[in-house]
């Protein structure tokens, strides 16, 4: 089993950054595929950005490239995800989620967190 527990959410202004963070609990997460997702009021769950499990490949969808970064460090068992020039339109739920292969649907991920809310007002 796998345990997510995501922190880091806020309030920002319109161009400023927040690092939301995701530690994870359990034996596998060195070898597990990782993922941020967000969910705006009356929005479907989109995927944001995924990695694989050493770090070294990365994709991000086309909304958050130039502005966002996945990252991980399994030494402590987290996943981040650094965000800068922040939009009113990246308001949203972000959600850490894992499986053991990576994917860009909500149901190709079988461990979520409950979530952090990122606020960003003009």
């Known amino acids: 089993q796998v345990q997510l527990v995501e922190s880091g959410g806020g309030l920002v202004q319109a161009g400023g950054s927040l690092r939301l963070s995701c530690l994870a609990s359990?034996?596998?997460?060195?070898?597990?595929?990782m993922a941020w997702f967000r969910q705006a009021p009356g929005k479907a769950r989109d995927v944001v950005a995924t990695?694989?499990?050493?770090?070294?490949?990365?994709d991000y969808a086309d909304s958050v490239k130039g502005r966002f970064t996945i990252s991980r460090d399994n030494a402590k068992r987290t996943v981040y995800l650094q965000m800068n020039g922040l939009k009113p339109e990246d308001t949203a739920v972000y959600y850490c989620?894992?499986?053991?292969?990576?994917?860009?649907?909500?149901?190709?991920?079988?461990?979520w967190g409950q979530g952090t809310q990122v606020t960003v007002s003009s």
């Open positions: 359990g034996r596998t997460f060195s070898s597990s595929a």
């Open positions: 989620a894992a499986d053991r292969t990576r994917g860009l649907r909500v149901a190709d991920y079988k461990y």
């Open positions: 990695i694989n499990w050493s770090g070294s490949s990365t």
